[in-house]
Each structure stands twice: as C-alpha cells, then as structure tokens.
C-alpha cells in the first residue's frame, strides 16, 4: 500500500476509523498502520481510530477529535469552563460528557476523559464551527456549570462554590440565569437545585 495514496484518501477527514479503510479497500493489510504509526507518519487516537501528525498543529482538532472518537458525547465539565474564561485555570484534559460507559483515553493529542451522565441529560450543547468545513459539539455555559454540579457532589457548600473560583465579571455579564435555572428543571434533581440556588445566592445572580 502506497502511503502517499492512503493520506489523500483519509487526510481531509481529520479522524477516520479502520472501518471506513476497510470500506475503501477490503484487502487492506492492517499491518500498514502499525509500521506507519512506528515511522511516525500517522497517529493512533483509540483503538481503531485514526489521523495524521500534521493536525497536532492546527487549532481545535484535539477538541473535534474528542467529539469523534466516542459518540455520542459533547465537550463539557472543566474543559468547556474553561474555554469561556469561567474558570482560570488551563485544562491539561479534555473533558466530555457521555450517556456510554465513563471512559478515558491517552494519545499525542492529550488526556481524554468522559463522564457518565442520563441519555435524557444530552442537551445545552451547540454546534460549533470550525475551519470551514469543520464542527465541534461544545456545552454551552449555563450546561457546562450544571454538568459539573451534577457530576461532582463536593461542590456543595457555598465554600466549595468559592473554591470554584469562578470568574465573576462573566457570572455577571455572559451567563443566563434564567436559562440555567430552567436546565436545572431539567435534570430533576433537587440536590442540583440545592447547589444551584447556593451559587446563585454566593454570586447575587
């Protein structure tokens, strides 16, 4: 198998899957893919999951790539905090939600990690689009702070909602309490109520 042919078949689609190479040519020598993951020239996200080193350069893969290898899911929780500027910290994990089984996942693009959470609890999340051609699946912000009330209990005090330390300027300006009091509804859950009613009463939203 010629490599140079392989990359202009795959390339475009960023992340690809054995199935898909299969499709494309049945007799395909999955040994191929081993030599050419050793020679540096392709990556292996997951198993069975795929794409070129040339992608660790370009802005937002690594985030589309945890869109793709476990579906379905949306980037939420620390990650999406942090990418509105709620939280100050930098995030080393990529960090989503799933209703599958939690899982966690390690390659050239960084520490993937996602939670469990109900089928019914799959929304507040938008499509976001990148490069032209591209999206990612990203929590919006009122969603992103209920997933990480829902999923972490210890944030339940109005101390532990401090220790969040949670930008204020954009509690104030960028997020909708309205919208996240009826998300909150949603999850039926009257400890999430608890938490939230804390935050909004620390923050005088």
């Not at 966690?104 to 109900?118: A, L, V």
């Not at 972490?152 to 009091?181: A, F, I, V, W």
Request: aromatic fraction near 18%; charged fraction near 25%; hydrophobic fraction near 40%.
């Amino acid at each position: 198998m010629n490599f140079l042919e392989f990359r202009r078949k795959f390339f475009d689609l960023a992340c690809f899957t054995i199935d898909q190479v299969y499709s494309w040519q049945p007799e395909f020598d999955r040994n191929n893919l081993t030599r050419w993951i050793k020679r540096g020239i392709l990556i292996r996200l997951r198993q069975g999951y795929f794409t070129f080193p040339e992608y660790k350069s370009k802005p937002d893969y690594a985030f589309f790539f945890a869109n793709r290898i476990y579906r379905p899911s949306y980037i939420s929780l620390h990650t999406a905090l942090s990418f509105y500027g709620m939280i100050p910290e930098s995030v080393v994990q990529i960090t989503s939600v799933t209703p599958l089984k939690t899982a966690r996942f390690i390659n050239d693009f960084g520490e993937y990690t996602f939670k469990t959470i109900k089928s019914n609890l799959m929304f507040g999340y938008e499509i976001k689009p990148f490069n032209n051609s591209m999206a990612l699946q990203m929590a919006e912000p009122e969603k992103a702070l209920l997933d990480l009330l829902y999923l972490y209990p210890q944030y339940n005090t109005l101390r532990d909602m401090e220790d969040l330390r949670l930008d204020e300027d954009y509690l104030h300006d960028g997020l909708k309490p309205d919208l996240l009091k009826e998300y909150t509804l949603r999850f039926e859950s009257k400890v999430l109520e608890q938490r939230v009613s804390r935050l909004l009463t620390n923050y005088n939203l």
